[in-house]
Nanobody
Framework: QVQLVESGGGLVQAGGSLRLSCAAS????????MAWYRQGAGEQRELVAS???????NYADSVRGRFTISKDNAKNTVYLTMNSLKPEETGAYYC???????????????WGQGTQVTVTE
């Protein structure tokens, strides 16, 4: 099995910055897409950013230019650096990864437990 553990959430004032981390552990052969999602209270989970093995990235329009997704393959860790945070970006941030555990397995989707980000006025 594979476990994803997020960290780095917290309370920050509007305009501030945070860096989230998501470390994958367990039976990992390869990781395909790595992504961050956000879910506000009473809202659906939405994609914030994603990164492919090729380092190609994709961002939600609302965060482009302020957020940066990156990864450290040696540590099986993906990061989300968030600058100029806004109150409406408050929510639980979830790591999502497509992981295969052996060379003959297809990639399965895994989710972390989430880390809370609260942005105050």
């Amino acid at each position: 099995q594979v476990q994803l553990v997020e960290s780095g959430g917290g309370l920050v004032q509007a305009g501030g910055s945070l860096r989230l981390s998501c470390a994958a552990s367990g039976r990992i052969f390869s990781i395909n897409v790595m992504a961050w999602y956000r879910q506000g209270a009473g809202e659906q989970r939405e994609l914030v950013a994603s990164i492919l093995p090729s380092l190609s990235t994709n961002y939600a329009d609302s965060v482009r230019g302020r957020f940066t997704i990156s990864k450290d393959n040696a540590k099986n860790t993906v990061y989300l650096t968030m600058n100029s945070l806004k109150p409406e970006e408050t929510g639980a941030y979830y790591c999502n990864e497509a992981v295969s555990s052996t060379w003959f397995d297809s990639h399965r989707e895994y989710w972390g437990q989430g880390t809370q980000v609260t942005v105050t006025e």
